[in-house]
T-cell receptor, first 115, second 110 residues
Framework: DSGVTQTPKHLITATGQRVTLRCSPR?????VYWYQQSLDQGLQFLIH???????AKGNILERFSAQQFPDLHSELNLSSLELGDSALYFC??????????????FGPGTRLTVL | GQNIDQPTEMTATEGAIVQINCTYQ??????LFWYQQHAGEAPTFLSY????GLEEKGRFSSFLSRSKGYSYLLLKELQMKDSASYLC???????????FGDGTTLTVKP
């Protein structure tokens, strides 16, 4: 158990819908990262927040947005869902300000299926 | 941008030694990570190298050469449970993020 929690574990929805994925980092970690992992593909970095502020952006679609709240939990919002958005979405947290100076601890992931 | 290359698949025998290579091209390099990921599960941290040389941690060791843009993960005394995907990730502080390779799927056979 990494100490990072993600809800829900599974999510099944239809095209065109909007969903919100939630992540709680490890106690004391200020950085939260979101990744997308599609079938047979590597981890794709989406976005990094540190203490409520956006620090880095990866290949995140305009239909996707995220935020980190004062209690440090984070939400990833996915809208106008398409079949290709079906993937495993991981959240990770770390102590460091900048991505990866210390190891990232990954949550169990949310498996999103768009039908 | 960043370019990270790893072999797609490798196979080895239980009890043997295997070396998984990773080459990268990046600016603003500030470290390289190796993660292990079992199918359907989250990645877990194995090692972090920021200086040249070998870091040993039990059955796993990781090596880095910054001048060559090269790293390897060495797994000794392979066990069946080592069958997994091994991800190489490069930290680029200029971009404020880590970029992951596509992973190497290792299959350990009896």
């Amino acid at each position: 158990d990494s100490g990072v929690t993600q809800t829900p574990k599974h999510l099944i929805t239809a095209t065109g819908q909007r969903v919100t994925l939630r992540c709680s980092p490890r106690s004391g970690d200020l950085s939260v990262y979101w990744y997308q992992q599609s079938l047979d593909q590597g981890l794709q970095f989406l976005i990094h927040y540190y203490n409520g502020e956006e620090r880095a952006k990866g290949n995140i679609l305009e239909r996707f947005s995220a935020q980190q709240f004062p209690d440090l939990h984070s939400e990833l919002n996915l809208s106008s869902l398409e079949l290709g958005d079906s993937a495993l979405y991981f959240c990770a947290s770390s102590v460091a300000t900048r991505s990866g100076e210390n190891e990232q601890f990954f949550g169990p992931g949310t498996r999103l299926t768009v039908l | 941008g960043q370019n990270i290359d790893q072999p797609t698949e490798m196979t080895a025998t239980e009890g043997a030694i295997v070396q998984i290579n990773c080459t990268y091209q990046t600016s603003g390099f500030n470290g390289l990570f190796w993660y292990q990921q079992h199918a359907g599960e989250a990645p877990t941290f194995l090692s972090y190298n920021v200086l040249d040389g070998l870091e040993e941690k039990g059955r796993f060791s990781s090596f880095l050469s910054r001048s060559k843009g090269y790293s390897y993960l060495l797994l000794k005394e392979l066990q069946m449970k080592d069958s997994a995907s091994y991800l190489c990730a490069v930290l680029n502080t200029n971009a404020g993020k880590s970029t992951f390779g596509d992973g190497t799927t290792l299959t350990v056979k009896p």
